[in-house]
């Protein structure tokens, strides 16, 4: 829900922040373009950066540096991740109701991570389409030697309507654990609509997940349209298709979390986080999953530097590694804390896309809310005062923190068309506007400052079992 905003100031902890100070923190950032610069090197200069690859390595040792310039204390975090290669990727209707003799179509599909690959030829089957799980099982007979595609569709509506999230995970079920589901009864390779909106033949590429010990099958998103052409042409009698993908699980590799700490004048052992994941997928170079988030994290500490505020806390800037593919990252950082978690004041993570900020989005008791209302206040000027308290993380790399009690926080951003080109070769950096990224920024700065600053530390949510975040 989201908590409205006072008329006027009440006396409530939180007003030890001075007000000129956190005005100072947003302009500075909101007239700085020094997010964007940064952005620019890391997907101009580096590309895409998905865990294992070069990419990913060099970005490490890029924000390593430019950290360093900024004064930060600057430490790499190892961590052992996931190294998976797409490889080659084809398919091709081959048969269908009323073919025209000698005609193929070619489909547009990208392989997903953690996909097996085909026999060197690929493999050619018929197809069982079905709209959802419940089809699933009611179809189980009809499942062995068949390719399996999953027909549900991303719901643009919730998305216009500024629930993307929740039209993400309701349909991204699918890719998910769909493939798993298809291969325990007997699929050969299993297929998903791309979950997304604007759907312009660009397959979404993404993780998908194995049961342990159970052997992975070929598995790939569709473009929505050849999903739909499937679809149509499965209605009226058998289709067959040719499918080729060449993907390799390769020993995993070393990589490392980029941690940067601006130190507290008074509590440095104290820590609040702000971050962003490095890693993006290998179709583009990630701008806007995550290098805004990344970025509009590292400006934070860029934007202390140079008002000098340290507050009394320390700030701790983290790039995070393997997100997308295995949360190796986020797992090495909450083992190293999770003696000290008293230690982790709270943390705060930006990986919903490039949209402008409108607010916040936290993890919090309900008694902490009286205590945000200084930094909704700071944030008004810019259209980012609403404050929304949800009862999970709102991040992956941020979730395990957050089920142990640490308060957890996200800007809150205009998601309506993030899903467009989420995990597609047009994640590119003319999809971010310089005005949203500063907007962002500004948020995480006036929240992490105030964050770190007040006397008394804003209380999370008491400790339960860690929520899976989807990505």
């Known amino acids: ?86 490889g080659a990727e084809q398919a091709a209707l081959v048969a269908w109701p009323g073919q025209p003799a000698g005609l193929e179509q070619p489909l547009h599909l990208t392989a997903l991570g953690t996909s097996s690959a085909t026999p060197a030829q690929g493999l050619t089957a018929p197809v069982l389409v079905v709209k959802d799980f ?31 999230g929740e039209a993400y995970e309701q349909d991204g079920v699918y890719r998910f654990t769909g493939p798993a589901r298809a291969a325990a009864l007997g699929a050969v390779a299993a297929l998903v609509r791309s979950v997304g909106g604007a759907d312009y033949r660009l397959p979404h590429t993404g993780q998908t997940t194995f049961k342990p010990g159970q052997a992975p099958i070929p598995a790939a998103a569709l473009a929505a349209e050849d999903t739909d052409l499937i679809v149509r042409l499965a209605a009226q009698g058998e289709v067959h298709l040719h499918l080729l993908l060449t993907p390799q699980t390769l020993p995993d590799a070393d990589s490392f979390n980029v941690i940067a700490d601006w130190p507290g004048r008074e509590h440095p052992e104290q820590v609040v986080v702000v ?131 640490v308060a957890a926080f996200a800007p809150l951003v205009d998601t309506r068309h993030y899903f467009d080109i989420h995990h597609t070769a047009a994640d590119t950096l003319d999809k971010v506007d310089p005005l949203n990224l500063r907007s962002q920024a500004a948020t995480m700065a006036v929240l992490a400052y105030f964050l770190a600053e007040v006397i008394e530390p804003v209380a999370g949510i008491a400790p339960v079992a860690a929520a899976t975040v989807a990505h």
């Open 134 to 164: 419940a089809e699933l099982e009611r179809r189980t007979a009809e499942v062995p030697g068949h390719i399996v595609v999953f027909a549900a569709r991303f719901d643009q509506n919730l998305a216009d309507n500024g629930q993307a």
């Open 275 to 405: 971050s962003g994941h490095l890693d993006s997928w290998d179709l583009a170079t990630g701008a806007t999953d995550d290098g805004v988030g990344v970025m509009g994290a590292a400006a934070v500490l860029q934007v202390l530097k140079q008002l000098d505020l340290h507050p009394r806390r320390t700030v701790r800037f983290i790039a995070w590694t393997n997100e997308e593919n295995g949360g190796r990252g986020a797992r090495a950082y909450f083992d190293s804390v999770s003696g000290q978690l008293s230690m982790q004041v709270a943390a705060i993570e930006s990986d919903m896309g490039a949209g402008r900020a409108l607010g916040v989005q936290a993890a919090v008791a309900p008694s902490a809310v009286p205590q945000l209302r200084a930094v909704t206040r700071a944030l008004l000027p810019i259209g980012a005062s609403v404050l929304q308290v949800r009862d999970h993380a709102p991040g992956a790399d941020i979730s395990a923190l957050q089920a142990a009690g």
């Open 1 to 86: 829900m989201a908590a409205p905003l006072a008329d006027a100031a009440p006396e409530v902890p939180g007003n030890e922040v001075p007000a000129a100070t956190l005005a100072a923190i947003r302009d500075a950032a909101m007239q700085s373009d020094w997010a964007m610069a940064r952005l620019s090197e890391l997907t101009d200069r580096v590309g895409s950066r998905l865990s294992g690859s070069s990419g990913l390595e060099a970005a490490v040792q890029q924000v390593a540096q430019t950290m360093r310039q900024l004064g930060a204390r600057v430490s790499l975090q190892p961590a052992k991740v996931p190294h998976w290669v797409r």
